[in-house]
């Protein structure tokens, strides 16, 4: 391709036609335009999902295709594996809520949900519990709470990963209440915890503050209970015989 027509191509923010139109065979100029347009098109909605997955910033690399769904894992009346996957959820803004012993899969299967999220074009953020309340705190000392909370406005999944594993202060209690209640009814969460609802004192230290929280988490919200042994370590015990 010239030199020009590659300015073309920039110009009219064609960013991937000048290093695909060689390899698409030509038949008909109508043909040939469309190929060329479909590819452009199906480059820059792979290239979408990429930044959408890079913004989330997801811990690991784990998927729905390879998330090992087993017995252990109990539903609620009004949703199922195929709704659950259908990701209907984050239309209505509703929220998920994963609770089980550690090791039962909880954090692969809210980490699938998440990137697939992204793949259909929604904006996700992922986090660990722990890390959201020093970030909300870090902000604060900074003055910068103002802005921390901005960067959600446009934001539609917040995976919310291992509520429960590090309890923290009345500040981040608070700091962290008032984030969930912006997005009550705004936006969809998925949260782990390792703890029932009835043992979330243990992460906050006020009893009407966990009281309200868990009151807006499970108002519009399909609760999913994990029981049975670790996964991870039934794994590596069966790989150590």
């Known amino acids: ?3 020009t027509l590659r300015e073309m191509c920039k110009s009219l923010r064609l ?3 000048a290093d695909i139109y060689d390899q698409i065979p030509y038949e008909s100029a109508d043909q040939f335009l469309e190929a060329v347009f479909k590819e452009e098109f199906r480059l820059r909605e792979e290239a979408k999902v990429q930044r959408l997955i890079k913004k989330a910033k997801f811990l690991d690399n784990k998927r729905l295709a390879n998330y090992e769904w087993h ?3 109990r539903f609620p009346g009004h949703i199922n594996k195929e709704g659950l996957q259908s990701l209907s959820f984050i239309e209505n803004q509703e929220n998920v809520v994963l609770i089980g012993s550690p090791g039962t899969g909880k954090s692969h299967l809210a980490s699938g949900l998440g990137r697939k ?3 259909q074009g929604y904006e996700v953020r992922f986090f660990r519990v722990a890390e959201l309340v020093e970030r909300l705190e870090t902000a604060l000392r900074q003055d910068k709470l103002s802005a921390f909370r901005k960067r959600f406005e446009k934001v539609d999944l917040i995976v919310l990963d291992e509520m429960g594993y590090l309890p923290f202060g ?4 608070e700091f962290l209440f008032q984030l969930i209640s912006e997005w009550y009814e705004q936006k969809s969460l998925i949260i782990t915890s390792n703890l029932e609802f009835s043992q979330w004192n243990r992460i906050f230290v006020d009893a009407r503050l966990t009281a309200a929280l868990v009151d807006r988490l499970i108002h519009h919200a399909h609760v999913l209970s994990f029981t049975g042994e670790s996964y991870r370590l039934s794994h590596a015990l069966s790989k150590s015989r």
């Open 1 to 3: 391709m010239s030199e």
């Open 15 to 17: 960013a991937y036609v």
């Open 71 to 73: 017995e252990q894992i």
């Open 170 to 173: 009345k500040e981040g209690s």
């Open 117 to 119: 999220a992204c793949e």
